[in-house]
Each structure stands twice: as C-alpha cells, then as structure tokens.
C-alpha cells in the first residue's frame, strides 16, 4: 500500500499555486490532458522535488459493454510510466455506448454515467478491469461516481457491488466522499451504509470535492467550497480506517490559493479528528436519518464468474440498456422504461451544459469569436446533433455547420470563423463526412474569405 499523504488535484489554473501550498504531499493530474513527451513544467519541478503524480483516467469507459479501448489503455499506461506514478486511477462509469454491439451509430456522452448494479454489469466490468490491469504497468484503483439518476431494477446496493467488484479483481478503490453525498441527496442512498459494506482494506486514496445543491438534485461540481456534509462523510471513513490517502479537487471557479489552503486544512483536521476518536459510526451522518448498520459477518458463497458465452451475452443487454439511456439523454429518444424521467432531463441539460462548457475549452476560439451568441448557437447544433468523435471533432463539426448555414451574419465574424475551420479542418475530408459535403464547405468559406480581403 502507498502512503500518499493529503494532496490536490493539479490543473493547469493553479499550477504555480500548487506549487508554493505548503504541506502538499502529492498532486493528480488528468491522464488526457498531459502529453508523456511533454510534460507541463510545473509537473517537472514538482517530480523533482519528490511530490508524488497520480495520473487519473475520465476516458476509458470501464463500466461499457464494450472491453476497453487498447489504445486508451496505451496511453494510460504510457503517462504512468512518465510521471513515475505508483498507481493510476479510473472511473466505474460508462462514456459512450453503441456501435457494433448494438448494430447502432456510436455516441459519446462526453461525461461519466453510471454503471447500473447488476449481476450482467458487474460481469461485464471486472472483466474489464482485468484487461486493464492486465496492460497497465501500475496497480489500477477505481472510483465510485456521483449520479443524478438511478437504474431501476438494480440487484444490488453500491456497497455490495464495489465489494463483489474487489473480490472478484483484488482491484483496488479511489473512494470519493462527495460522490457519497451526492448519491444520498439524488438517489436516497445513505453513505454510512454504503461505508459499512465496502472492503476498506482495498482503498487506495480518498477524493473530496465540492457541489451545489438546486431543486433538491446536488450537482458535483467541483468548482465550489467542500461543504461539511461532505467532510462528515469523510470523517466516518477516517473513524473506519486510515485512509493511504486525501486528496482535494476543484476543476474550475478556482478560488485565491489561501482559501485552497484552507480547504486542504480542514481535510487535514477532518480525518486527524476522526482518527483519533476511534468512533466506528456511533450514529447517522447528519441528514441520513438512518443508523450505520454493521458489515456483515456471515460467510459469503462463493463468487461465480461467467464463461466465455455467458460474459458475451451479458455484454449485448448491457450494451442494449446503456444504449438505449444515453441515446434518451444525448439524441431525444424516448425515455427507456423505468427511469424518472424527470431527472432524465436533468440530466440531459446538464450532458448539454457540460458539451458547450468542454467545446468552449478545446476550442477557445470559438466562443471569442461568436460571443455572447456562443451558447444559444451551440445549443441549437447540439440539440439535433449527439457528439459521436469527441470535444475537438465536435468543435470542427459546430463550426462546419455555422458556416454551411452562413453564420455568423457578421462579416468580420464568420470570416475569422472561416479561416480558423479552414487551419484545423486540414486538406483532407472530416471523418465521417461526404466528400462533396466538404468540398461545398471549403468552396463556400474559401469565396467569403476572399471576399473579405
């Protein structure tokens, strides 16, 4: 087991900050915003000076019907290796779902969903989580997610499914506490149980995070202070076991570096409090309304893995049931059988939000170019449009489709939006696009351009 200490996520924001915290035993980076051969600067010094680099996965998709992306495993190992990391880390979620297992077009959520607890899901991802520990150089440790809606007719509780999970694996677990909470406010699921069933002795390091709570659905932000119902999950985990280690993320909204600081005392005083309290669960969390119940101490029947044909069978339903979700969330299909469909438009406005929000990333250019009319445009594209190829093909595909339809009716305008398509759309057809579809959008962007000289 690595002991990590208590660190924080590195992004790029906060980089020089991260930097000068006192106290910061180690930081995470997300695997796919780093390049092995290019490592920012700051990750360098921090390495230099012995802080410890977790690489943490968002693309695998561990939880999908389909076995993991060789080239994606590739890539995680190949960041690994570079930053020295002694584990890596993913996500128990689904990312994209369609294509050959279900004879239809393949869609990206661009986002984590969850993976619903069942026997066939379970099958599906520890043998997914085989192949991957299989190809990566260091242990693998996966994350439980927050979720804003539930499966229905699931066979068992997270707590069961995680344990089932690490048994039948011997994978070990990135425990988020804010997910924990997440999942109680939307789901109904109290987190002392949820503590009570998990192998802890499988835990690899703790996430703490911050999230907003709107119309009774808490969305896990991670671009806001970390609330104490937060902490006092963390609490009942630290009273339960000595967590190898804590870690705090913010992904955006990034606060002054002292109120970081802060956040990151607190974490520390949470669960050198808790420790010393030696108090497994005396009772709920406050807002649970519900006693911690103990783990279970009768022997447990022996774990029964799926044959070959089993596990493929297993791998077409979840195929079909995820496909089916993500297409009502991502393409206006009708919504599957059983789900609240209430907060499957909760859900789908926020798949939206976050589109515009990562494409506005990846591709800066774009909103400076159309300003304030940014996001009624992109959500015009997108409301007919599920993304199939990821945020950058998405960017070129938003751009091509403003173009085709003469905007923006700003000259000046569409012309920087035309050369800026032009310099990333290369000589070459996008994949996926008629030639003769291409070849009227270069013409067309080609007689403005010059028209404009």
Not at 311 to 318: D, H, N, Q
Request: proline share 8%.
């Amino acid at each position: 087991m690595v002991r990590l200490g208590t660190g924080i996520g590195w992004r790029p924001e906060i980089a020089e900050a991260v930097e000068r915290m006192p106290g910061v035993d180690w930081v995470e980076v997300v695997a796919e915003n780093v390049c092995p051969g290019h490592l920012p600067e700051s990750l360098t010094r921090l390495r230099e000076r012995g802080v410890t680099v977790v690489p943490h996965g968002v693309s695998l998709g561990l939880g999908g019907a389909d076995r993991p992306d060789e080239t994606r495993l590739a890539a995680l190992a190949e960041r690994a290796v570079a930053l020295g990391a002694p584990l890596v880390t993913e996500h128990i979620a689904f990312v994209r779902a369609g294509g050959p297992l279900t004879a239809s077009q393949r869609l990206e959520a661009g986002h984590l969903l969850p993976v619903p607890r069942t026997r066939d899901a379970l099958a599906v991802l520890c043998e997914n989580v085989r192949i991957a520990q299989d190809a990566l150089p260091v242990p693998l440790a996966v994350e439980n997610i927050a979720a804003l809606l539930a499966w229905p007719g699931e066979e068992l509780t997270e707590g069961q499914f995680l344990s089932e999970l690490v048994e039948r694996t011997g994978v070990r677990l990135l425990i988020d506490v804010a997910n924990l909470h997440t999942n109680h406010v939307n789901r109904g699921e109290d987190p002392v149980e949820a503590l009570a069933e998990l192998p802890l002795e499988a835990l690899a390091y703790v996430h703490v995070a911050g999230g907003f709570e709107r119309d009774g659905v808490w969305h896990d932000s991670h671009a806001h202070p970390v609330p104490q119902p937060v902490l006092d999950v963390l609490a009942e985990l630290a009273a339960r076991t000595d967590p190898p280690g804590v870690l705090l993320e913010r992904d955006e909204n990034f606060p002054a570096p002292g109120e970081l600081e802060g956040e990151l005392d607190a974490i520390r005083a949470t669960v050198a409090k808790a420790a010393g309290s030696g108090d497994l669960g005396a009772g709920p969390l406050p807002g649970t309304g519900a006693a911690p119940q103990a783990p279970a101490s009768a022997p447990q029947a022996p774990v029964a893995v799926p044959d070959a044909e089993a596990l493929a069978t297993a791998r077409e339903r979840v195929a079909l049931a995820q496909a089916s979700l993500l297409s009502a969330l991502v393409a206006g299909t009708p919504a599957p059988e059983g789900f609240d469909r209430a907060r499957l438009r909760v859900q789908s406005r926020a798949l939206a939000a976050k589109r515009a929000d990562v494409v506005a990333k990846v591709a800066p250019e774009l909103p400076e170019i159309l300003g304030d009319a940014y996001r009624s445009e992109f959500r015009a594209y997108a409301a007919g449009r599920a993304m199939t190829a990821g945020y950058r093909r998405d960017a070129l595909s938003f751009a091509e489709h403003l173009l085709l339809a003469g905007r923006p009716e700003d000259a000046a305008a569409r012309g920087r939006l035309t050369h800026w398509w032009l310099d990333r759309s290369g000589p070459r057809p996008l994949e996926g696009r008629p030639v003769t579809r291409w070849l009227r959008t270069a013409r067309l962007a080609l007689r403005r351009s010059q028209a404009l000289r």
